[in-house]
């Protein structure tokens, strides 16, 4: 089992700002892909980003612009900065860990093996 911990959700208003995190533990953090995904109720999960060993990232196109994916390494933690949020990104977040030595990243769920419990991010006015 790899313990993935998010954190950093809550509700905001329509163009507001949350920063998520997850903490990792367990393994070579550095050594692996992680993720951020999403789950609305009613709807099917989907990939929001992904960050490569390298740090190389890659956006779902709802995103792009708005949010950005980073890594420490150093404190085995992975962030996902989210602006202009909108009601459409009202969602469960959660984070994911992905193949190792890998420096290009996709956000497909099958292609991740552990998962957080999540955190909720509620966007609203």
């Known amino acids: 089992q790899v313990p993935l911990v998010e954190s950093g959700g809550g509700s905001v208003q329509p163009g507001g700002s949350l920063r998520l995190s997850c903490a990792a533990s367990g393994y070579t953090y550095s050594s692996y892909s992680m993720g951020w995904f999403r789950q609305a109720p009613g709807k099917e999960r989907e990939g929001v980003a992904c960050i490569g060993e390298t740090g190389i990232a890659r956006y779902a196109d709802s995103v792009k612009g708005r949010f950005t994916i980073s890594r420490d390494n150093a404190k085995n933690t992975l962030y996902l900065q989210m602006n202009s949020l909108k009601p459409e990104d009202t969602a469960m977040y959660a984070c994911?860990?992905?193949?190792?030595?890998?420096?290009?990243?996709?956000?497909?769920?099958?292609?991740?093996?552990?998962w957080g419990q999540g955190t909720q991010v509620t966007v609203s006015s």
């Open positions: 994911a860990r992905g193949p190792s030595y890998l420096t290009y990243c996709v956000t497909t769920p099958s292609q991740f093996t552990y």
